[in-house]
């Protein structure tokens, strides 16, 4: 059994797909056959792990997936983590639309994943990166990624 489970839905035209669980081996064979009706938006916010035969699989799904535009909403750290790193993780019709930032303090060990939306902190040409954000305790959490690094997948 999958790892990865998922969910798929017709949303003003476009096909919406949610995934939750982990992307590794155990990838969702079905989902490499998908033919989704338009544009595709895909839903990120419980994956909660990505290892390295995940990623091969991921590139191949990516490679067979025929909408013309790929939307993916509430992408975890990790998942911003591949697209940074590994060529081909996305394709060049994709673009993320929404994006978890990891803040962190460092006394009370609290954290706190703030969700980046385009138009809002980010779009063409802006960037405006919180550098530090209040936790449920009140405490301030700072910036917990390396700004250059991370955000780089906004450059392409």
């Known amino acids: 059994m999958s790892k990865l489970q998922f969910t798929q839905s017709n949303e003003n035209g476009k096909t919406v797909l949610t995934l939750n669980g982990q992307i590794d081996e155990s990838f969702p064979?079905?989902?490499?056959?998908?033919?989704?009706?338009?544009?595709?938006?895909?839903?990120?916010?419980?994956?909660?792990m990505i290892n390295s035969l995940g990623i091969r699989e991921w590139i191949k799904f990516m490679g067979t997936?025929?909408?013309?535009?790929?939307?993916?909403?509430?992408?975890p750290k990790i998942f911003i983590d591949q697209v940074n790193m590994v060529q081909g993780f996305i394709t060049p019709n994709c673009k993320i639309t929404s994006f978890y930032v990891p803040y962190f303090n460092e006394d009370s060990n609290a954290e706190k994943n703030v969700l980046y939306s385009q138009g809002k902190e980010f779009g063409e040409g802006f960037l405006n990166v919180a550098g530090s954000v209040k936790g449920e305790d009140g405490s301030e959490l700072e910036l917990d990624v390396v700004e250059q690094k991370y955000f780089k997948f906004l450059k392409n």
């Open 29 to 48: 064979q079905e989902l490499h056959g998908l033919k989704p009706a338009g544009d595709m938006v895909i839903n990120l916010d419980q994956v909660k």
């Open 65 to 75: 997936v025929s909408a013309a535009k790929i939307e993916f909403v509430k992408a």
